[in-house]
Nanobody, 127 residues
Framework: QSQVVESGGGTVHTGGSLRLSCAASGFGLKQYHIGWFRQGPGKGREPVACISAISGNREYADSVKGRFTISRDVAKNTVYLEINNVRPEDTALYVC????????????????????WGRGTQVTVSS
C-alpha cells in the first residue's frame, strides 16, 4: 500500500527552528514528486514547497522563500521540510503529498494532481 506519513511537528517558540519529515512507502522518491502544504486556523490549504522526482529541483511559495528548505534522502525514502525563524503565522497543519512523475521533471502545487496525501503534522508557534 502506497502512502506518505508526516512527523516532526510540535510547539516551537517564535524565532526557533524545526524539521518536518515525510516518509514515503510503497513507491520511491525517484518515481514521485513530493509537495508540502499547510492549513492554518480558519484558512484554506496553501502550498509551501515541493521537490521533483528525478533531479530534486525545488519550488517554494513566495511566502516562505528564504526561511523554508525542502530536501530529501532517497535512500531513506523521506522528504524533509526545515523551517527556520518560525513566525506565529507558520502555525498550521503541515501535510505532504505525492504526485507521479510522468513526463516533465517538475513538481507542481495543483492539488488535483496529487495521488497520495498524508494526515499531517501540527506545528504551533508560541510567542
Amino acid at each position: 500500500q502506497s502512502q506518505v506519513v508526516e512527523s516532526g511537528g510540535g510547539t516551537v517558540h517564535t524565532g526557533g527552528s524545526l524539521r518536518l519529515s515525510c516518509a514515503a512507502s510503497g513507491f520511491g522518491l525517484k518515481q514521485y514528486h513530493i509537495g508540502w502544504f499547510r492549513q492554518g486556523p480558519g484558512k484554506g490549504r496553501e502550498p509551501v514547497a515541493c521537490i521533483s522526482a528525478i533531479s530534486g529541483n525545488r519550488e517554494y511559495a513566495d511566502s516562505v522563500k528564504g526561511r523554508f528548505t525542502i530536501s530529501r534522502d532517497v535512500a531513506k525514502n523521506t522528504v524533509y521540510l526545515e523551517i527556520n525563524n518560525v513566525r506565529p503565522e507558520d502555525t498550521a497543519l503541515y501535510v505532504c503529498g505525492a504526485h507521479r512523475f510522468v513526463i516533465a521533471d517538475s513538481c507542481v502545487f495543483h492539488e488535483t494532481r496529487y495521488d497520495y496525501w498524508g494526515r499531517g503534522t501540527q506545528v504551533t508557534v508560541s510567542s
